[in-house]
Structure formats: structure tokens, C-alpha cells
């Protein structure tokens, strides 16, 4: 059965490559296009390609499941995979909501309310809170395990998918950044879920990054598509599903120190702060007199341009993710 997830990977890697540009096409006709802020003549693009990202993911559990079932006759921890599975689906359809949303100007989404995204997104934990998936024991940075309890299913599922959806969703809105990042820790926690026995968290993160590698061919600079909310809050999804269903949650929480610091930065300008720029002579410039966000330590500068600042950000995310290993 070794083979059956690399099948699967492929069939995810090929769904989103084939169906991604009819989904540019479909979102152009139907006029949900925003602004390139980093183009000097800032074209409209195509906005909530997580749709085809999770569409391949849907696709490829599906197989997944079905050689399972016909093939294998085993039926072992499909009911974690369909929870896992409809979390995620359900966490991509809130961030299509706030996709759609989008202001007359096209200069970019104007999104759901503060308070209604983390209230939307809480609905995604459900499924994985009912199955109460995951070990209630969790490891913490430098210390050892300890066992929540109950708390385990009624506070800290919930509470981690709807964070992990909004922090992911706070680092974005550059060419290849969301989609860049997610290959880097979805590739090294899906390996860390392996060596670590924990399949099904490594079934996942393997799938994602599959699909992730076919999404971003469209979304590297410069973008044919943006990946909007419906992917961001995907990939917070991601993040959480692995961490529960993987009992890896220390390992997580390293990997995700970027997207805390980006939290707690923009929490300095009351979550009023854009991390995108403006295009000058080919780089991005920002003109915040503080930090408010990861991308400003280079935005600021006005030194560096979109690629460069995608490629350095992804260098950082890839510390951290080695850092998996020894911490």
C-alpha cells in the first residue's frame, strides 16, 4: 500500500494543473479580479484559487479512499480522513465567502468582518471536535507532554483551526508567497508526520503539497492567479488537520513562528496594516514608519523586489521547519 499515496499526490498535482486555468478563466468571466499592487500598470488577476488547490485535494482523497475500500478492503482511519477532509473543504468555502467580496475599486477584497472570520472558520473544527481527533496529550516547545483532557477536543481543536486559519491568511499578497510557504511546511511536516508513524497526517501534507506545487506553475511571478482567501484559510486548515490527526503539535508550532510574529506585529496596528506595497523601479517599497508585518522588514528598504522578497520569506519558513527536527 506504500504506492497508494504517491499515486494519489499525482492525481492531486494533475487535478489542480488542469483545472486551475479554467478556473482563471471562469473567475475573469464573472468579474472576481483584483488589483497586482506590485505592477506598475496593476492588472486585474484573478482572485480564490484555493478552490482548485482544494478541489484536488477533494479529488485525491477520494481515490485514496476508494483503492482503500475496493482494492485493500481496509477501512482503518477513513472516518479520521473524511473528518480531516471535511474540515478542510468547509474551512475553503469561509475564505471563498470573503473572496467575494470584493470592492468596487478592484484594488482588493474587502473581506468579512474581523469578528465574523474566526466565528466562520470556528465551524471548520466541528467535524474534527465530534470524532474528538487527535491525542489529547500534546507536546510543548522545551517542556514535556501533557494530557488536557477533555479540553483537548472542546478548546484546543477549535481554537487551533480557527488561529492557524487566520494567521496564514495575515502573511499574504504577494506573487507566489501563500502557495511558496505552504510547499515548504507541508513538505517538511508531511516528512516529520512520517518518520514520527503518524500516516494520515503525512497522507495529508503530502496530497497539499502536491497540489500546492501545480497551483503555484500559476501563481509564481508574475501570478495568472491569486490565491486568495479560499487558499489561505486552506492552508491554516492544513496546518491544523496535521497537527491534530498527527499528534505533532510541538513540531506545528516551531514551524509556525512566522505567522505568530506576523500575528502579533499586525496586532501593533490594530490589524490595519496592509503587508503589500507599491511598485517603484521594479521593487516593492512600503512606507510604514514601523514594523507591522514579517514583509516590511524588507519592504521598507524599498532594496528588494516581489520575487526576492517571496524567496527570502520562504528561506525563513524553511528555518524554522528544520528547526522541527531538533527542538
Known amino acids: 500500500m506504500l504506492w497508494i499515496p504517491f499515486i494519489c499526490a499525482a492525481i492531486s498535482f494533475a487535478a489542480v494543473f488542469f483545472f486551475t486555468p479554467w478556473m482563471i478563466r471562469y473567475l475573469r468571466r464573472i468579474g472576481l479580479v483584483v488589483k497586482d499592487q506590485h505592477k506598475p500598470e496593476k492588472p486585474l488577476i484573478p482572485v480564490s484559487g484555493g478552490i482548485a488547490v482544494g478541489a484536488g485535494i477533494f479529488v485525491s482523497v477520494m481515490v485514496y479512499v476508494s483503492l482503500r475500500t475496493f482494492y485493500f478492503h481496509d477501512s482503518g482511519s477513513l472516518l479520521l480522513i473524511f473528518a480531516a477532509l471535511t474540515s478542510l473543504l468547509m474551512i475553503t468555502f469561509v475564505g471563498f465567502f470573503d473572496d467575494l467580496l470584493i470592492r468596487k475599486d478592484k484594488e482588493t477584497s474587502s473581506g468579512l468582518k474581523q469578528w465574523q472570520k474566526p466565528l466562520l472558520t470556528l465551524m471548520a473544527a466541528v467535524p474534527l471536535m465530534v470524532i474528538s481527533a487527535g491525542n489529547t496529550y500534546i507536546g510543548i516547545p522545551f517542556y514535556h507532554s501533557i494530557d488536557l483532557g477533555l479540553l483537548y477536543p472542546l478548546a484546543v481543536i477549535p481554537l487551533g483551526v480557527v488561529f492557524s486559519a487566520n494567521m496564514v491568511n495575515m502573511l499574504a499578497g504577494y506573487n507566489g508567497l501563500e502557495a511558496g510557504m505552504g510547499l515548504v ?50 492552508l491554516g486548515g492544513v496546518i491544523a488537520v496535521i497537527a491534530i490527526v498527527g499528534d505533532i503539535e510541538r513540531a506545528v508550532l516551531v514551524a509556525s513562528v512566522p505567522f505568530i510574529v506576523e500575528f502579533f506585529l499586525k496586532m501593533r496596528s490594530r490589524f490595519q496594516a496592509q503587508s503589500y506595497g507599491y511598485w517603484m523601479r521594479g521593487k516593492v517599497k512600503t512606507d510604514y514608519k514601523k514594523i507591522y508585518s514579517v514583509v516590511h522588514l524588507f519592504t521598507r528598504t524599498g532594496k528588494f523586489s516581489e520575487r526576492q522578497v517571496v524567496v527570502m520569506l520562504m528561506g525563513i519558513e524553511l528555518v524554522f521547519c528544520l528547526l522541527i527536527w531538533v527542538i
Open 185 to 234: 511546511y507541508t513538505g517538511m511536516l508531511g516528512l516529520y508526520a512520517y518518520v514520527q508513524g503518524s500516516y494520515v497526517a503525512a497522507y495529508i501534507a503530502l496530497v497539499a503539497f502536491a497540489a500546492l506545487l501545480a497551483f503555484l506553475w500559476y501563481n509564481w511571478y508574475p501570478a495568472r492567479i491569486f490565491p486568495g482567501d479560499s487558499l489561505t484559510y486552506l
